[in-house]
């Protein structure tokens, strides 16, 4: 996957698994990487798309709304790569 989208897979990951350590472990990275990772992100957007606590991880509701129009976005992203290199 194209590097500039890595913090927009990490976030789907996050909110798919409601965790930051499992979605860093699936993706390779460490923990406390996917946190600066995803607080970048926030900042970048200018809002808050996660809750986080000690316990839990929940979407706020900028958060399940980004997360409905990005994963279509990389869905197509990764299929015109796959087409590209004649898959399909």
């Known amino acids: 996957m194209n590097e500039y989208l890595f913090p927009f897979r990490l976030f789907v990951r996050v909110a798919h698994t409601g965790s930051f350590s499992r979605a860093s472990k699936e993706l390779g ?9 995803i607080a970048a992100l926030e900042r970048d957007l200018g809002v808050m798309l996660l809750v986080r606590t000690t316990r839990a991880m929940a979407l706020t509701p900028a958060g399940a709304s980004y997360l409905a129009n990005i994963e279509p976005i990389l869905a197509a992203f990764e299929e015109a790569n796959f087409a590209a290199q004649g898959g399909g």
């Open 29 to 37: 990275i460490s923990q406390s990487s996917a946190s600066r990772i």
